[in-house]
């Protein structure tokens, strides 16, 4: 009897872990692995799950937009397939990996994550080609800075308006000093600089100069009155 409760109970255990061999994760395929997939499936699905203002300035050719925060919300109308192959992207693959979490929780059934558009060789679209920067989000700003402990955030607006207010870590190269190829503060031509101001506008043209200079890795990520992360204030002085 207890030899046979005994196999019962080992039987129980293997019959548990093959279910969970079952209901493996959704899968992280490479570059190549997501153009090879794309290529033998011409329903699959290119999902881009950044913001709108990311997708609308670059994007992988063919991909379809829907931003992570829908996700999280749970609106999936945009995908009533569940079946359809679907290969999801960010700026450098965390929020594809925990989009393809969601997804894979609410059932879909064929989720791959291959990672981002910074490491993608094939065609793109969107309005900001050819330009030489890009227009990145905040997410992908910091997602740059965690990844890349070489970038640089430049706050490119006027010395009082730093002295007041930057964001933490940022170093103060106004775009007047790039204009006149005063770049001491940024030597490395090839390392990753993002650029921000109050509302994008001196980001823009600081970016643009940087390009023309021969910078290689610029993004702009607009102003710092829409930044949520930690700030460096000014000490004001009691009386």
Known sequence: MKKFLHAALWLLIVMLCAGCTEQAVYKHINQDEAKQLIAVNPDAIILDVRTAQEYESRHIAS?????????????????PDRSKP???YC?????AEEAAEILHQMGYTKVYEF????DWTGKFEGEEIGQGYEHISQEAAKEIMELNPNAILLDVRFQKDYDKEHIAGAVFVP?????AENFSKIPDKHAPVITYCGNGNRARKTAKALVEKGYTNVYEM??????????DCAEIEEE
């Open 63 to 79: 991909a379809k937009w829907l931003p992570l925060s829908e996700l999280r919300k749970k609106n999936f109308m945009a995908l």
């Open 175 to 179: 775009l007047e000093d790039v204009l």
């Open 115 to 118: 990672g981002g558009i910074v």
């Open 86 to 88: 679907i290969l999801i």
């Open 222 to 231: 607009g102003g710092i009155n829409d930044w949520t992360g930690a700030v």
């Open 91 to 95: 700026w450098t693959g965390i929020r």
